[in-house]
């Protein structure tokens, strides 16, 4: 979808980083899934490293799905942290209501 994104023009600042920056395809990570998937990518670590293992887990004390989309389930440092530690600008979280 990105090159189909890219060729309708619909990525001009993508288009400009991958021509006068650094692009590479990029493996995904096992499982195949989401969360692992996006957190490989933002930590530069694999699941074994970063323990999101999967989108959900099941929780054995209320024994409800949980969703692996919180920091608190991040066991590695994420780059965008990292840039933002040093004063980049990144995009920030959005804030919960509930």
């Known amino acids: ?3 189909a994104a890219l060729e309708k023009g619909l990525l001009p ?3 400009k980083f991958m021509s ?6 990029a493996y995904g990570a ?3 899934f989401t969360n692992p998937n996006n957190m490989s990518i933002v930590t530069g670590a694999p699941p074994s490293a970063h323990g999101i293992s999967g989108n959900f887990f ?3 004390d209320t024994g409800k799905e949980v969703m ?3 920091p608190e389930f991040l066991r590695a440092e ?3 942290a990292v ?3 040093q004063g980049a600008k990144v995009v920030p979280s959005p804030q919960r209501t509930n």
């Open 68 to 70: 692996m989309n919180e």
């Open 83 to 85: 840039f933002s530690q």
């Open 13 to 15: 600042n993508m288009k």
């Open 20 to 25: 006068e920056g650094f692009s590479a395809v």
């Open 78 to 80: 994420s780059i965008l």
């Open 1 to 3: 979808y990105v090159a």
């Open 30 to 32: 096992m499982p195949s």
């Open 58 to 60: 099941l929780n054995p």
